[in-house]
């Protein structure tokens, strides 16, 4: 292993992929199965689209009414909102709109209960 590619996996940029793993398209499938499967069994899920920033993508964000939350990174901000759509809830630019309460709440509780 080359120290240039020891740098990046220790800093989380490349990741070995095991034998067998699932390659990207497989991880994106995987991706859109676990957010469909969030808005099937929760009721009132909002998507809040985040933009990259220095530490992370783009990601979309999930928020059910119970302010239970899921979040996953996406290529771009707008295959976010693409992605939003196409899982037919109502889709929000976090940086107009902020991270709903409920939300928020949910966290606070859920910090609460494991601590």
């Known amino acids: 292993?080359?120290?240039?590619?020891?740098?990046?996996?220790?800093?989380?940029?490349?990741?070995?992929?095991?034998?067998?793993?699932?390659?990207?398209?497989?991880?994106?499938?995987e991706t859109l199965a676990h957010l469909q499967e969030f808005v099937r069994t929760r009721v009132g899920v909002e998507a809040y689209v985040e933009p990259p920033n220095a530490h992370t993508p783009a990601?979309?964000?999930?928020?059910?009414?119970?302010?239970?939350?899921?979040?996953?990174?996406?290529?771009d901000e707008r295959t976010g909102f693409e992605v939003a759509r196409s899982l037919g809830v109502p889709v929000y630019n976090v940086r107009f709109t902020g991270y709903p309460q409920r939300m928020r709440t949910w966290t606070s509780q859920q910090r609460r209960r494991s601590g």
């Open 1 to 29: 292993m080359s120290l240039r590619s020891a740098v990046a996996r220790l800093l989380g940029r490349s990741r070995p992929r095991e034998a067998g793993g699932a390659a990207p398209r497989g991880a994106r499938a």
């Open 59 to 75: 990601t979309v964000l999930l928020v059910a009414t119970t302010g239970e939350w899921t979040r996953r990174r996406v290529p």
